[in-house]
Nanobody, 124 residues
């Protein structure tokens, strides 16, 4: 089974930047979309951004103008550059992969694979 390893995250002041990376142990053969979801304390998990292996990009409205997702096909790695961070961006960020963007964003998606999560804290 494909393993996802996240790196990056940490503590930053509001207005600052962080970069998350997610490396897949191999390119998923059936899961064509890879990206990030996040969960803040006491809140539902929410979609952040995703990218297909063909380059189609998806963003949530809350991050669209501040975050940039990109991929490195050769290394099966996806990056999330987060700029102009806000305290409300504080959450555990999970890398994930799924067959389609619909399954990636779904609340319950049995075929979705997860990384271990990385904490992002934005101080006001």
């Amino acid at each position: 089974q494909v393993q996802l390893a996240e790196s990056g995250g940490g503590l930053v002041q509001a207005g600052g930047s962080l970069r998350l990376s997610c490396a897949a142990s191999e390119r998923p053969t059936s899961n064509q979309v890879m990206g990030w979801l996040r969960q803040a304390p006491g809140k539902e998990r929410e979609f952040v951004a995703a990218i297909s292996w063909y380059g189609t990009i998806y963003y949530s409205d809350s991050v669209r103008d501040r975050f940039t997702i990109s991929k490195d096909n050769a290394k099966t790695t996806v990056h999330l550059q987060m700029n102009r961070l806000k305290p409300e961006d504080t959450a555990v960020y999970y890398c994930a992969t799924a067959a389609t963007i619909q399954l990636f964003r779904a609340r319950d998606s049995p075929g979705r694979l997860w990384g271990q999560g990385t904490q992002v804290t934005v101080a006001s």
